[in-house]
């Protein structure tokens, strides 16, 4: 678009024309600032390989310790296992008493009584 007048607008020297951008001249860091920042960025790659590498190292062991945790508690799972069979045999024995105890005071009640 133009100025009011109809006529376009011409950047002076040293300015910028509408929409451009002026770039500034890269400068290169010092050197004791990119050696800072070196031993920065190494310092942060140490740091997350060391963590890794514990990482690692933790669920090794973790799963060592959950293996023979489980080692450990299978015969106790089994014993328990039995024992829960048994019981639970048990209860289907007694099931059967008690539901033929109710059948034969179901067959009493029904009877006659004689008179005495």
């Known amino acids: 678009m133009g100025t009011p007048g109809g006529r376009a607008r011409v950047a002076r020297p040293g300015q910028v024309a509408f929409g451009a951008t002026r770039h500034q001249p890269e400068v ?3 050197l004791w600032l990119t050696i800072l920042l070196g031993v920065f960025w190494l310092a942060v790659l140490v740091t997350v390989a060391f963590t890794l ?3 690692v190292a933790n669920l ?3 799963l060592a310790s959950v293996q023979a945790l489980g080692e450990q508690l299978t015969p106790v799972l089994e014993e328990l296992a039995s024992a829960s069979q048994e019981t639970a045999e048990h209860a289907a024995r007694l099931s059967e ?3 033929k105890a109710a059948e034969r005071d179901h067959q009493a009640a029904a009877r006659p009584r004689r008179p005495g």
């Open 28 to 30: 290169p860091l010092p």
């Open 60 to 62: 090794k062991a973790l």
């Open 53 to 55: 590498w514990r990482l």
């Open 97 to 99: 008493r008690g539901a």
